[in-house]
């Protein structure tokens, strides 16, 4: 059903006897106001919960005609109505429900305190009444079908909280209207903390104030589902105030472990998720205050972990770990380069502020040079091959090993230069990353001389050559304890003015033009996967491949 045909049965014409009239009246702007109105003036309540779950899917269920249109929607009936008229006054106050809703994962009631079962009870005839047309109406709404899909999302122990966020995301990315921005994502990028007593900006009419510990707490025990990573990506991209207030958590590890195990579990991940969580871990990373206290939070026993016993290692150490093997699935799967680039600016951002690498961090980031070697190695002699078995041949294209190596060359000089910045500014606080770069030292020897990696190569050869000579002049047969002792000492006596300076390896996330393009769809992906009690007919949705979402 169109957004045209759905109009039609909302607006009625009020004729009085011999009138002619041709003015009609639309009622969903109406309709639309009542549901806003019901989910913030209506405190939540075991009798109230149903009723405050059926607005917000009744609004989802009108937004849905997106799902139905293969381009992003840009002039909606709907959205017209929601981002301005009657409706606007209510922003804030609908996006701060939605967001306590959230936060509070009320559990749905048990059986006997919804509203419309009341009506066994005698007394109960306008809760009869009021369910009888909501049933019909219902049938209006759903644009094809009702239904609900056998899935775990059932289960859910709140939908009303699930509701909500998949709300708040559908409403925050609505397209911006030619004359006015996006109202529900003003109020998204500017709330502000309960206890931050500065004025709201007169620019701002939508801002309002939630309590942040709340919205931490309920962000970090919520990171398995999809939608609570987009939505910590949003707030973390576009609302400074509650960026500033997580990095300045001293609890940073209940954020970026569930982060993490996503990560870890890439396999088991749609890749959207993978790359909200790959660049909430870059917006992190832009901070140095950040980069340098997850190296002082040691952790214990990682038990989804499965490569290694980690009995104790350091926040930036694993995260170290996670991003390294994700870099190493992706080269062996997906061969995903946006993946690669935003695994390898992390790890940048962080390499000067590398502290005390766990031995197994250091030489994790030792072998992931040594598989990009034996790549560039391999690329290199099918080139080779490729060119001269291509001498007098004009059967078939060859294929272009020349992009490859070239790919695998810009991924190659960026670990050299992540390896550089570390030795450069931190060498002292490494010992386990120089033990690693000297026990793999001959790794090294092929790329000295070539012309990409010359100037980047200095530093790392400079470093192997000293420590190596004092190895030697140590003797022979010497323990990892020992060894280790002769790097620390050697750490102190190295002129760091011999050490050449390069510029500070620094990236930050930008989103890239029209994001609408990838946001729309995932965020109706979502909806469309885990929504509460909601169906639609796969077999119209246009919006996205059936397997996409």
Sequence with gaps: MSEEELQLHFTYEDKAPGSYGTECEDLIEELLCCLIQLIVEIPLLDITYSISLEAVTTLIVFLSCQLFRKEILRDSIVHKYLMRGRCLPYTSRLVKTLLYNFIRQERSPPPGTHVFQQQSDGGGLLYGIASGVATGLWTVFTLGGVGSKPTPQLEQCSPLANQSLLLLLVLANLTDAPDTPNPYRQAVMSFKNTQDSTAFSSSNPHAFQINFNSLYTALCDQQKSDQATLLLYMLLHQNGN??????????????????????????????????????????????????????????????????????????????????????????????????????????????????????????????????????????????????????????????????????????IRMMLEIINSCLTNSLHHNPNLVYALLYKRDLFEQFRTHPSFQDIMQNIDLVISFFSSRLEQAGAELSVERVLEIIKQGAVALPKDRLRKFPELKFKYVEEEQPEEFFIPYVWSLVYNSAVALYWNPHDIQLFTMDSG
């Design 242 to 411: 509650v960026r500033t207030y997580v990095l300045a958590r001293t609890d940073i590890e209940n954020l970026v472990l569930p982060i993490l195990e996503i990560l870890y579990h890439v396999e088991e991940r749609n890749s959207h998720h993978v790359y909200m969580a790959l660049i909430i871990l870059l917006i992190l990373t832009e901070d140095d205050g950040f980069n340098r206290s997850i190296h002082e939070v040691i952790l214990k026993n990682i038990t989804w972990y499965a490569e290694r016993v980690l009995t104790e290692i350091s926040l930036g150490s694993l995260l170290i770990l996670v991003v390294i093997r994700t870099i190493q699935y992706n080269m062996t799967r997906t061969r995903d380069k946006y993946l690669h680039t935003n695994c390898l600016a992390a790890l940048a951002n962080m390499s000067a502020q590398f502290r005390s690498l766990h031995q197994y961090a250091a030489q994790r980031i030792i072998s992931l040079f040594s598989l990009l070697s034996k790549k560039h190695n391999k690329v290199l002699e099918q080139a080779t091959q490729s060119l001269r078995g291509s001498v007098g041949s004009n059967d078939s294209p060859l294929p272009d090993y020349a992009q490859d190596l070239n790919v695998i060359e810009e991924v």
